[in-house]
Nanobody, 134 residues
């Protein structure tokens, strides 16, 4: 059973940076693609980044492309989301999620409407809150 521990959330000023971490235990992480999702108050959950199990392939939502970077350290069972040039619209609860991809080491989901559909993922963390405010 996967267990997630997300950390790194907090308050940040517009234009600043923040780095989120997600430690996933209970599995061999390099069999899983990992995604980052976020949900702002009153809005649907939005998929913003995903990294393949090998770490070779990444995909980003239009809203964060060029500003956010997803990476992973499989031996440490950790996935990161580096958030740069943050904006007020980046406020929300950030979740990491996993999908078992097995031998499909370069699989990442296709974007739909510029975001990553949450239905692509099978397992979910509990989230960490990010607030962008001056």
């Amino acid at each position: 059973q996967l267990q997630f521990v997300e950390s790194g959330g907090g308050s940040v000023q517009p234009g600043g940076s923040l780095r989120l971490s997600c430690v996933i235990s209970g599995v061999t992480l390099d069999l899983y693609a990992i995604g980052w999702f976020r949900q702002a108050p009153g809005r649907e959950r939005e998929g913003i980044a995903c990294i393949s199990s090998s770490g070779e392939v990444t995909t980003y939502a239009d809203s964060v492309k060029g500003r956010f970077i997803v990476s992973r350290d499989n031996p440490e069972n950790t996935v990161f989301l580096e958030m740069n040039s943050v904006e007020s619209g980046d406020t929300g609860v950030y979740y990491c999620a996993a999908r078992l991809t097995g031998a499909a080491r370069t699989w990442v989901p296709r974007l739909t409407g510029g975001t990553i559909p949450a239905t692509n993922m099978e397992y979910w963390g509990k989230g960490t809150l990010v607030t962008v405010s001056s």
